[in-house]
Each structure stands twice: as structure tokens, then as C-alpha cells.
């Protein structure tokens, strides 16, 4: 009997217990916390919560040679997608849902880009779309994307050709290719000790790099510059020796290379070894790239860099906080600065959250309405579509590297430090 007995305050025991460790599991949890409130809510996360997932298709170079770009524009997207998953999910009206990027490396080829977006579109069903990288391949998908009526929003394909064919699902969140470099020639302007009066162009031969040249030559001579020499590349040079030893007898005081990475690291090889020495050099994409002052060491000291985006920017929204917030917690994720690539990338994917939000639907019509009359302050700056769908109203920035650090340098609002001026001669570095 006594056993028994024992028996059954054994097992009250064990009731309490458990009805003890159930309430204390059922007490609200305190909401996670970061350095920025997330644009909807405080932070949810269990997954059962979302009522569904939002897919949304990008093609991007992850192998060829955009594959350093490409895998910063796909961080970029990543970040993006585990931050608003993390923090409640996509708001479509008084629903949430998991966001989820299904992507395929397109190779740096554009042709192969067009036919992978055709195939998210037409197979894996989807219906929102993020751009690749670069002005080529945006040129083929912006095509797939108004053939079947998908939103798409980019923020790595700049040439005005993208926007200048009447095309109404294609939304750019970066600035024209043609403002790339002035921040640079605006920096030669200001410096009079000495003057820099004569400017030589490199340009990769693609549709980005040619409107970029052709926008710093016309400002150049807007603003009583010589151009004296403006030579085009073909594309995946490997050597410019020839072309660097014609350009020594017109000793410019400024060298502007208007390409992509390994053209920027190409040509200051080849200034170096050849002892072409400039007042200033400035590339449209290479310095903002940490691999860039790996690549070249000390030689990419003093070297301009035109840029979409840097950390000490004053922009911020109610996603990410400020410019250096949203720089944080990218590093914390991924273990590495965020540069411009990474920056306009996040801004393409905020720019089509905002949109969604704003709309209180999944309906594609009524996202790239929304998206075509959108105007919001994100921590990357302005984001306006003109007509065409192109941000004309965000302003562009000028990097230098010092020291085997990089710096903003302009516009004075943001700069961290003095632009260095002129560039030492290769003889004394």
C-alpha cells in the first residue's frame, strides 16, 4: 500500500513538473534586436508564422570573367533575403511571408542570361525578378522581362541603352553610367597646385563602359579640359602596353579607365611597370573592389574610384538604419566590407520590398505600378524612377585609396579625409 502510495506522489510530482516547464515556454520571448528596426515590424522568426513564400528569379555571372562583380551583386541579394526573413518576413497586406532567391550563373554571358530568366519565368513559375550584373546582360533580360510582363528591379546594369526603349517592367535603382566619373574630374577641378588641364580615356568596349567615357569626355570639355586622347578596348584585353607607351608621349595629367575589374587592374599594372605617371588616376569600377589593392598592392594607393554607394554616406531608412549600420551587419553576415556592388544590389531587392509593401499584393501589374511612382530615402540614398524607370535622382560619390585604406573623398558632405593631389611619380613611392 505504502508503495503505492509513493507511486502516486511520484507521478503528481512529475505533473506539476511538466505543467510548470509548459507555462514558462509560453511566456513571450523578448524580440531580437539590431542596430536598425526592420521597415515592418519588430522581428519575428519562427517560420511557421510566414503564411507562404514569395520567389524571386535572378541570373548572375558567377563564373567568367564578371565573377568577382557577380558574386558581390549575389551577396548583395543574399543579405537582403536572410535580413527581411529574420525580421517578420515580406508584408503583402495583413500577411507575411519567406522571402527566397532562386538564382543560376548565367557566366558572364548575356545571351545565357536571357535564356535562364526566360526559364525562371516559363518553369520555376516565377514572378518577380532581380537583374544580373552588368549593362549586357541587363540589355538581354530587360527584353524577357517586358515579353511576359515580370518586374524586374536591378541595380548593377547603368547604360541609359537599357532604359531608353520604351520598356515599362524594368526599374534601375543605380545612377547613370554617364555620371560615373565627373565626382573625379569635379576633385581635378579643385585642385589648383598644380592644375590638372589635359585628360586621357580608356574605355572597355561595351555599352556601360562607352557611356560612361562619353560622359566624362563631355564633361570634361564642358568644364575646359583637353581630352587628348579617348581610345576603346576590345573586351577581355590582356595586354595595353602598346597603348600605355602612345599615351607616355601625351603626358596626361589625368588617366580616366572606364571598364570593369580586371581592366582597371590591367591598365595600373601597365602604368606602373611602364612609369606613366599622372596627376590623378580614376576608374569607373576596380577601386571600390577590396581584390583591387590586393591585386596591385601599393600601386593602387592615391587611385579614384567613382562610386554608387560608400559606408559614410548620411542616407538611412527605417530597414537597414544608417548607411554605416547597414555596413555592419553586412560584414557581421559575410566577413567583408560591403563596396557599391553589394550596396545597389541590397537597394534593388528594398526598392521591389518597398513596392510589394506598398501595393498590399503579389499582383505584377499593381508591384510595377507601385514601383513606377515610387520615392523612399533608403540607407543608399534616394530612389525615384524617372519615365524610363532610370534613378536620375540619387547622386554618386569618389573613393581613394590611401595607404592601403580606402576612403570617401567626395562629396565634401561625406568625405572622411583630404583627396590626395597630386599622385606622386612612380619614382617616389
Known amino acids: 500500500m505504502k508503495r503505492l502510495n509513493w507511486m ?11 505543467l510548470a516547464a509548459a507555462c514558462k515556454s509560453s511566456k513571450p520571448q523578448p524580440a531580437s534586436t539590431g542596430t536598425a528596426a526592420p ?94 550584373y552588368g549593362t549586357p546582360a541587363t540589355l538581354q533580360d530587360a527584353v524577357i522581362a517586358e515579353r511576359y510582363k515580370i518586374p ?30 565627373q565626382g573625379v574630374l569635379e576633385i581635378a577641378q579643385t585642385e589648383k597646385s598644380p592644375a590638372a588641364k589635359t585628360v586621357a580615356i580608356i574605355s572597355d568596349n561595351d555599352a556601360f563602359s562607352i557611356e560612361v567615357a562619353d560622359g566624362a569626355k563631355a564633361f570634361a570639355e564642358a568644364n575646359g579640359l583637353q581630352v587628348v586622347s579617348y581610345e576603346k578596348i576590345p573586351q ?51 577601386p571600390s573592389i ?65 513596392a510589394i509593401e506598398k501595393a498590399g499584393s503579389l499582383d505584377t501589374t499593381k508591384i510595377r505600378d507601385t514601383l513606377a511612382g515610387l520615392d523612399a530615402m533608403t540607407f543608399y540614398g534616394q530612389i525615384k524612377f524617372d519615365s524610363r524607370g532610370l534613378n536620375i535622382y540619387k547622386p554618386m560619390a569618389v573613393e581613394q585609396w590611401q595607404k592601403g585604406e580606402k576612403v570617401t573623398v567626395w562629396p565634401e558632405s561625406a568625405a572622411t579625409t583630404k583627396a590626395v593631389y597630386p599622385t606622386p611619380p612612380w619614382s617616389q613611392r
Not at 502516486?8 to 511538466?18: L, Q
Not at 528591379?153 to 566619373?181: D, M, Q, R
Open 290 to 354: 577590396p581584390d583591387f589593392q590586393k591585386s596591385l598592392g601599393s600601386a593602387a594607393d592615391d587611385v579614384f574610384g567613382g562610386t554608387q554607394w560608400t559606408a559614410d554616406l548620411k542616407f538611412q531608412d527605417s530597414l537597414f538604419g544608417t548607411a554605416k549600420q547597414y555596413a555592419a551587419e553586412f560584414q557581421k553576415a559575410f566577413g567583408y566590407e560591403p563596396d557599391y556592388h553589394v550596396a545597389e544590389s541590397t537597394a534593388a531587392c528594398e526598392a521591389l520590398q518597398l
Open 236 to 286: 577581355n584585353t590582356t595586354d595595353v602596353s602598346a597603348l600605355i607607351t602612345q599615351l607616355k608621349g601625351k603626358n596626361p595629367d589625368i588617366l580616366l579607365g572606364s571598364g570593369h575589374f580586371n581592366t582597371s587592374v590591367l591598365l595600373m599594372k601597365t602604368v606602373k611597370d611602364l612609369n606613366l605617371n599622372a596627376k590623378i588616376y580614376g576608374f569607373s569600377v576596380g
Open 152 to 181: 524586374m528591379v536591378e541595380g548593377n546594369g547603368a547604360a541609359e541603352a537599357i532604359f531608353n526603349k520604351g520598356y515599362k517592367y524594368t526599374f534601375g535603382v543605380l545612377s547613370p553610367a554617364k555620371k560615373y566619373l
Open 39 to 132: 521597415a515592418t515590424s519588430a522581428a519575428t522568426s519562427p517560420a511557421a508564422s510566414f503564411a507562404g513564400t514569395v520567389t524571386i528569379g535572378a541570373s548572375i555571372g558567377l563564373t567568367g570573367s564578371l565573377a568577382k562583380e557577380g558574386k558581390l551583386t549575389l551577396d548583395g541579394y543574399k543579405f537582403w533575403e536572410q535580413w527581411v526573413n529574420s525580421h517578420g518576413g515580406l508584408k503583402v497586406g495583413d500577411k507575411r511571408y519567406k522571402v527566397d532567391i532562386k538564382y543560376y550563373d548565367d557566366q558572364s554571358d548575356a545571351n545565357q542570361s536571357a535564356r535562364l530568366m526566360e526559364k525562371l519565368i516559363t518553369q520555376d513559375n516565377v514572378k518577380l525578378l532581380l537583374g544580373p
Open 8 to 18: 502516486i506522489v511520484i507521478g503528481m510530482i512529475a505533473v506539476m513538473v511538466a
